[in-house]
């Protein structure tokens, strides 16, 4: 990963040069915007505060966290303006984020991880090509938790349960204690070179994590002990920027919904696990659902793809096949 991304950097380089023809124009990156003011950040690390051309408000684009752009600075106390926005490489809607290269998936043991959401995620990471890590944040308090995989119902140790799930499909599982900075290094071994977008549940300790890694003080909220759920305390997208390390912090990740646009028999795509069994179905075209001869079916029934994750694509692929036929109602 880090050596696409040293390549990504050498393109991004050549772009801007390309994309320039405008030497009084600086290039930088967005770091936050609230109320038609944008805050850049410039390959020098100097600080900028900018408005939006009108021309994008015709062109129906506004600017977005992590956006790479063009820039007129301003005179003395006045604003700058931002002239141009480079091509994004990854979409995020809910929240607006640009260009982020890497989702780490944060999970913990309060509240109760929620592996449907996890999925929803991957399923939003890899539609993208955004690399995607889960992290047990808080690993400290683990000892058990409920499997919720109805074919196999005994306990397991959280940690051994996400990796059980998650190893087949390539995904990396990093036990970590923001609170104790245990085995932080491993994060920012992953995390260098890349935007990184934090996502999870509420109350799984997101702002904490990021306030371990900066340094930066972020929003935190306690996790509250009487529903069990978490106090969702960010508000906004906002890049942080410390070192070698640019980690996006964004609200808004457990209201995601399975994208309605999508056609049912993409999401199959979306399984790295699946794609080597790719072909092998009987009939062509195979969905891995009620099929005769799925050879996906199969390898779950020979314990090579997780049966939580088969039982949990199937959700999604409802959702998907329900939308899918009601697309023109």
């Known amino acids: 990963m880090a050596d696409d991304h040293r390549c990504g950097n050498q393109n991004r380089k050549e772009r801007v040069a390309t994309e320039n023809t405008h030497p009084s124009w600086i290039h930088g990156i967005l770091l936050r915007g609230i109320g038609g003011f944008y805050t850049a950040l410039t390959d020098n690390g100097e600080e900028y505060t900018l408005r939006c051309r009108k021309k994008f408000r015709h062109l129906g684009i506004s600017p977005l966290t992590g956006d790479e752009i063009l820039f007129t600075p ?126 999870g549940q509420s109350g799984v300790g997101k702002s904490t994590l990021l306030n371990a890694l900066t340094g930066f003080q972020v929003a935190t ?27 996006m912090d964004s609200a808004g990740f457990s209201l995601l919904e399975t994208e309605k646009e999508l056609p049912p028999d993409q999401l199959k795509n979306r399984y790295p696990e699946f794609l080597s069994f790719e072909g092998k179905c009987r009939f062509r075209g195979c969905l891995h659902d009620r099929e005769p001869g799925c050879a996906v079916r199969e390898a779950v029934q ?6 939580g994750r088969f039982e949990r694509y199937h959700i999604l692929l409802r959702e998907l096949i329900e939308n899918w036929n009601h697309r023109y109602d």
């Not at 305390?233 to 070698?244: M, P, Q």
């Not at 020979?302 to 049966?307: A, F, R």
Request: hydrophobic share 40%; aromatic share 4%.
């Open 302 to 307: 020979n314990g090579l793809v997780s049966s």
């Open 221 to 247: 909220g306690d996790l509250s002990a009487r529903i069990a759920r978490g106090k969702n305390t960010t508000r906004s997208a906002e890049l942080f920027v410390k070192d070698n390390l640019r980690i």
């Open 74 to 199: 301003g005179d003395g106390e006045s604003n700058g303006w931002i002239e141009d926005i480079l091509p994004r490489r990854s979409l995020c809607l809910r929240p607006p984020a640009a260009n982020v290269t890497l989702l780490m998936i944060v999970a913990a043991p309060e509240p109760l991880p929620d592996l449907l959401l996890i999925d929803r995620l991957l399923s939003r990471a890899f539609g993208q090509n955004i690399h995607a890590v889960l992290v047990l944040n808080k690993a400290d308090l683990i000892s058990s938790c409920p499997e919720t995989d109805t074919m196999n119902p005994d306990p397991l140790p959280l940690e051994k349960l996400l990796y059980q799930d998650y190893a087949p499909a390539g995904i990396p599982v990093i036990p970590v204690s923001a609170a104790s900075k245990s085995n932080l290094d491993a994060l920012i071994g992953q995390m260098e070179g890349e935007i990184t977008c934090f996502a």
